[in-house]
């Protein structure tokens, strides 16, 4: 586990060692800034374990690690 370093978490995200996200997501948009998730990311597919929201609106969530990501087409 690994709180705020989002660098780490970049790199670790790119090598693929990634098995579980908690992720605090807040009603504000700031338009620019550090991404959580950089363009050399592996894909990965993951699945909503928990969630739960505060009374400010802050959903707090957990996602465990799914395998692979599945693609199709829309044809």
Known sequence: MT??????VRQLLAAGLVDELQLLIY????GHGKRLFGNDAQASAFTLAHATSTPGG???TRYT???EVRTGTFE
């Open 65 to 67: 690690r799914n395998g």
């Open 58 to 60: 802050v959903l707090i």
């Open 27 to 30: 009603p504000v948009m700031l």
């Open 3 to 8: 709180f705020g370093s989002g660098d780490m």
